[in-house]
Structure formats: C-alpha cells, structure tokens
C-alpha cells in the first residue's frame, strides 16, 4: 500500500503562484509515476500532469502547459505541482495519485487540497 498526504493549497489571486506537495510513504519502492488531478463540484475530475517518479518523462493537459510544472524529490518521496500564473478556472479541489509497477494504474490517491483562484 501507499499513502499520500497533499499540502499547499489555499486562497490566491489571478496571476498569482502556487506550489501543491504530496508526500508518499508506504511501498514506495514500487512507485512508478505521480500525478495531480481536480476536480470542480459539479464536474468530473480531470487529469492535470503526470511525472514518472524517476522524473524523466511529463504529461500536462493542454490548458495548463506553460503554467504548470511537475516535478519529483525521490529522497523524499514527494511530487510537487508548481503553479504559475493561476486563473479563475483552475479554482478546484486537487488530488495527488500514485501508480506502481503492478499495471494497476492510478490506485492511491490523496485527500485532495483546495485552490480557489479569485479574479
């Protein structure tokens, strides 16, 4: 098993900086790739970037390249999610999900940290 444990999130204006962090502890020798996702009330979750945990290959959804930046510690076992300048519509819930090399895919995820971007 893998728990994660995210930290960060908060109140910000538009155009402002913001980094989410999600710890892992556990299995973490098994941990394959990180990932943070959201999610609106009223709306699905969405995928927002993926990092493998080794930190050599990335994936972001189209709306928040050039904005936000993914990134890993592995002596910490944390992934972070740098978030630059933040607009209204990225005000969601964020969640941090882990994938191991068991082809399970995204199976462990955290609490979920609010960002509410003000205009």
């Known amino acids: 098993q893998v728990q994660l444990v995210e930290s960060g999130g908060g109140l910000v204006q538009s155009g402002d900086s913001l980094t989410l962090s999600c710890s892992a502890s556990?299995?973490?020798?098994?941990?394959?790739?990180g990932g943070w996702f959201r999610q609106d009330p009223g709306k699905e979750r969405e995928f927002v970037a993926s990092i493998t945990w080794s930190g050599g290959s990335t994936t972001y959804r189209d709306s928040v390249k050039g904005r936000f930046t993914i990134s890993t510690d592995n002596a910490k076992n944390t992934v972070y999610l740098q978030m630059n300048s933040l607009k209204p519509e990225d005000t969601a819930v964020y969640y941090c999900?882990?994938?191991?090399?068991?082809?399970?895919?995204?199976?462990?995820w955290g609490q979920g940290t609010q960002v509410t971007v003000s205009s």
């Open positions: 999900a882990a994938a191991l090399y068991d082809g399970a895919g995204w199976a462990y």
């Open positions: 556990g299995r973490t020798f098994m941990l394959y790739k």
